[in-house]
T-cell receptor, first 111, second 114 residues
Framework: QKEVEQDPGPLSVPEGAIVSLNCTYS??????FMWYRQYSRKGPELLMY????GNKEDGRFTAQVDKSSKYISLFIRDSQPSDSATYLC???????????FGKGTRLHILP | NAGVTQTPKFRVLKTGQSMTLLCAQD?????MYWYRQDPGMGLRLIHY???????AKGEVPDGYNVSRLKKQNFLLGLESAAPSQTSVYFC?????????????FGSGTRLTVV
């Protein structure tokens, strides 16, 4: 079983829809969870950073962590064509640890 | 504020040739990393450094060498390029714990080995 699993997509949704992106993981020791956004031919950029379980909201983006199910989600409300990108989940056990990345989900927002 | 700058942006090498990829950061970050990104494989850590003069192996270090002579620069070398090293290479940097809330990535170097 891979440490972090993420559906590669592509996921295509109409503009204005709510998008749900998800990752599952196997290591119950992970405590820090991140979402990165990567536009085509660009490097990943940090979008959300959360610690332990619960929700974190930043504008149209909400990150959700369910440690009991080893499942994290990123929700995008009122999706825009500019949200079209690859989204990578990432996690680590502690701040000394290297970050483990998912393989990314390609998202297309259709105008 | 440039962040993380990678040079070159594109390169085509012949099998057996050597080259050095340069990463420079202006954020005074202590930690630096080299990743490769391949379709279906995601980001894989090649080498990393936790400070000037230090280097360590990551997940896929074979065929690569690195040096960190200055805090702001992290060099990735390919001594004898192979087609399997065709990839997009990303450099990243971060503060050390407890302030390393994530990595800042460069825009990548697209390398093709023919």
């Amino acid at each position: 079983q891979k440490e972090v699993e993420q559906d590669p997509g592509p996921l295509s949704v109409p503009e204005g829809a709510i998008v749900s992106l998800n990752c599952t993981y196997s290591n119950s020791a992970f405590q820090y969870f991140m979402w990165y956004r990567q536009y085509s031919r660009k490097g990943p950029e940090l979008l959300m950073y959360t610690y332990s379980s619960g929700n974190k909201e930043d504008g149209r983006f909400t990150a959700q962590v369910d440690k009991s199910s080893k499942y994290i989600s990123l929700f995008i409300r009122d999706s825009q064509p500019s949200d079209s990108a690859t989204y990578l989940c990432a996690m680590r056990v502690n701040r000394d640890d290297k970050i483990i990345f998912g393989k990314g989900t390609r998202l297309h927002i259709l105008p | 504020n440039a962040g993380v700058t990678q040079t070159p942006k594109f390169r085509v090498l012949k099998t057996g040739q050597s080259m050095t990829l340069l990463c420079a950061q202006d954020m005074n970050h202590e930690y630096m990393y080299w990743y490769r990104q391949d379709p279906g494989m995601g980001l894989r850590l090649i080498h990393y450094s936790v400070g000037e003069g230090t280097t360590a192996k990551g997940e896929v270090p074979d065929g690569y060498n690195v040096s960190r002579l200055k805090k702001q620069n992290f060099l990735l070398g390919l001594e004898s390029a192979a087609p399997s090293q065709t990839s997009v290479y990303f450099c990243a940097s971060s503060y050390p714990p407890p302030f390393n809330y994530g990595y800042t990535f460069g825009s990548g170097t697209r390398l093709t080995v023919v």
